[in-house]
């Protein structure tokens, strides 16, 4: 079952811009992760917000929760070329070994 | 360096034939994870296993089997049973379940039926 849902399903823009993909989920989480892989590649961990917190940073990367509207979101700031990737979300609503995945949001990012 | 290992990075497979994808931790992780991911499409958990000689089956569990007899290895054998086998296959562990704390992922296996 596909509880997170990203959106846009793709988004191109120039260097230099942000880029803000969105997720959002049908039932209660404790935490939410968001995930980048790279073409043919496995997936790199990001950013793990839990239920209680409403914004994390880490470097050039913003996530926002917003648990009464079931939505999370990732901000990339000043975006460069090696930004081009897939961005997932995922949720525990299941479990704390089985998360939910969306089906992403390919960023391409224009030199 | 600490990392997840498969292997083969590609591997072509003849209908009616079992393959095993190889996946090794060296991150003392108890955790570790098989999902498929399709063209476009987000992860799907195939099984999982949270110690040593147990495991779970996940979604979409039908025509593939696993093994955990060592800490350090997980693989997954892809049966003659699972009929549409062409797929990208991830390996994951995490030192406790994967909500609470982040995985860390293998490069991946891409199996192509021919």
């Known amino acids: 079952s596909q509880q997170g849902e990203e959106d846009p399903q793709a988004l191109s823009i120039q260097e230099g811009e942000n880029a803000t993909m969105n997720c959002s989920y049908k039932t209660s989480i404790n935490n939410l992760q968001w995930y980048r892989q790279n073409s043919g590649r496995g997936l790199v961990h990001l950013i793990l917000i839990r239920s209680n917190e409403r914004e994390k940073h880490s470097g050039r990367l913003r996530v926002t929760l917003d648990t009464s509207k079931k939505s999370s979101s990732l901000l990339i700031t000043a975006s460069r070329a090696a930004d081009t990737a897939s961005y997932f979300c995922a949720t525990d609503a299941n479990s704390n070994y089985q998360l939910i995945w969306g089906a992403g949001t390919k960023l391409i990012i224009k030199p | 360096d600490g990392g997840i290992t498969q292997s083969p990075k590609y591997l072509f497979r003849k209908e009616g034939q079992n393959v095993t994808l190889s996946c090794e931790q060296n991150l003392n992780h108890d955790a570790m994870y098989w999902y498929r991911q399709d063209p476009g499409q987000g992860l799907r958990l195939i099984y999982y296993?949270?110690?040593?000689?147990?495991?779970q089956k996940g979604d979409i569990a039908e025509g593939y089997s696993v093994s955990r007899e060592k800490k350090e290895s997980f693989p997954l054998t892809v049966t003659s049973a699972q009929k549409n086998p062409t797929a990208f296959y991830l390996c994951?562990?995490?030192?406790?379940?994967?909500?609470?704390?982040?995985?860390?992922f293998g490069s991946g296996t891409r199996l192509t039926v021919v």
């Open positions: 296993s949270q110690i040593v000689n147990d495991f």
């Open positions: 994951a562990s995490s030192s406790q379940g994967q909500g609470t704390i982040p995985m860390t």
